[in-house]
Structures are given as structure tokens and as C-alpha cells.
């Protein structure tokens, strides 16, 4: 049921540049991105509505192929401040509501 | 400032003991969401409501149940707690239109 988020966990030195990718196995109508740092709440980051969409959100930009039910995450030139668990979600119309469902999560490390 | 506000950050709980967690939001969101959060597993739905006296299952509901009296305010409901639901339980908001959710800080539930 809920997205499959690879790789599960990446470790990068600071000005690398990363890919988080998210697939699904049912369809995929918007796809949303959040970042979760070290005891906080998850936060948002940006959400993709069209198939081939990208979008960005400082130097982190995202990808949505709607056929093939997957979205992508680019992060580049990664910043320490970059670190912590990163989610996909995704919105499934239930007929009476939008059910927002999410990833396995992606640990992200960024080292000096 | 948004808010989601989660009663308790820590709580401990015996086994077979009744638990309430309790979630309020300030913007005046028609949905709201339980999540819980394990290692390796990422978000998984607990719940989701999507106006007063309304709810629906997400993909874990067994052991669970909720409660939505008013729109501000979301309780989750363990009916007799085992230790199987020792684990970060996070709770979210978000509007009818669907773009980002806001997250509460979550609470550590530990059942002994």
C-alpha cells in the first residue's frame, strides 16, 4: 500500500549531489515531499499535481512521471543542512475523502 | 503560526491499559490524520477524518480507534495497549483544497 521510497539510507560530503526516488503501485495523481530533521516534525517541502512536473525548493528540485507511478528527488550541492529522513506521500481519492498516505523514508547524511 | 499541538511528547503505559492521545490544530483544517512511525517503515495511516463524527481506516487501523467531536480536536485510542504499540505516533492536518499537511511534534508511546 504505501510508496516504496530507495535507497533506504545515503550518506553524502557536504556539495554532493543525491537522488531519492519514490514509486508506487497504484496510481499516482500528485505526489507531496517532506523533510523530517532529528526530533522535529516532518515539514513540507513541495507537491507535484501533473505527470512530468518539476518543481524546486532551494537547491532541491523534484520529478513526477505519472505513467510510470514514480517521482524522483534531486538534491544538489547538499548542505549540512540537508540531513535528516525524507518522505514521499501520496493523496488517494477514497470517493468521500483524500487519504494521505506515505513512503518507507529515506535517511539522508550529509558529512563535511 | 500554525499549529498541530500533540498532548504529550513521552508517555509510558502498562499493557491492557486504555490510552488517549490527543491532537488539536488552529486552522480551521477539515482533515486530520494518525500516523505512526517505526524504523525502516516510515509513515504508516492509522486513521484519517475528514470532518466532525467522520473517519476512515488507513492501513494499520487494527488495535486503534478514533474519535472527532469537534473539528479542532483528533483522538486516537488504544483500547488495550500492547506493547507491539510502543512507537512515535504522529498527528497531522490539512485543508479540503489538499496541499501541504502540518505535523504535529509527535508522541513516544512506550507500552511496558
Known amino acids: 500500500q504505501q510508496p516504496v521510497q530507495s535507497p533506504q539510507a545515503v550518506i553524502l560530503r557536504e556539495g554532493e549531489d543525491a537522488v531519492i526516488n519514490c514509486s508506487s503501485s497504484?496510481?499516482?495523481?500528485?505526489v507531496h515531499w517532506y523533510r523530517q530533521k532529528h526530533g522535529e516534525a516532518p515539514v513540507f517541502l513541495m507537491i507535484?499535481?501533473?505527470?512530468?512536473e518539476q518543481k524546486g525548493h532551494e537547491k532541491i528540485s523534484a520529478s513526477f512521471n505519472e505513467k510510470k507511478q514514480q517521482s524522483s528527488l534531486y538534491l544538489t550541492a547538499s548542505q549540512l543542512s540537508y540531513s535528516g529522513t525524507y518522505f514521499c506521500g501520496t493523496a488517494i481519492n477514497t470517493g468521500t475523502a483524500s487519504k494521505l498516505t506515505f513512503g518507507t523514508g529515506t535517511r539522508l547524511q550529509v558529512t563535511l | 503560526d500554525v499549529k498541530v499541538t500533540q498532548s504529550s511528547r513521552y508517555l509510558v503505559k502498562r499493557t491492557g491499559e486504555k490510552v488517549f492521545l490527543e491532537c488539536v490544530q488552529d486552522m480551521d483544517h477539515e482533515n486530520m490524520f494518525w500516523y505512526r512511525q517505526d524504523p525502516g517503515l516510515g509513515l504508516r495511516l492509522i486513521y484519517f477524518?475528514?470532518?466532525?463524527?467522520?473517519?476512515e481506516k488507513g492501513d494499520i487501523p487494527e488495535g486503534y480507534s478514533v474519535s472527532r467531536e469537534k473539528k479542532e480536536r483528533f483522538s486516537l485510542i488504544l483500547e488495550s495497549a500492547s506493547t507491539n504499540q510502543t512507537s512515535m505516533y504522529l498527528c497531522?492536518?490539512?485543508?479540503?483544497?489538499?496541499?501541504?499537511?502540518?505535523f504535529g511534534q509527535g508522541t513516544r508511546l512506550t507500552v511496558v
Open positions: 497504484k496510481a499516482l495523481y500528485s
Open positions: 507535484l499535481l501533473k505527470g512530468g
Open positions: 477524518s475528514y470532518d466532525v463524527k467522520m473517519k
Open positions: 497531522a492536518s490539512r485543508d479540503r483544497l489538499g496541499t501541504e499537511a502540518f
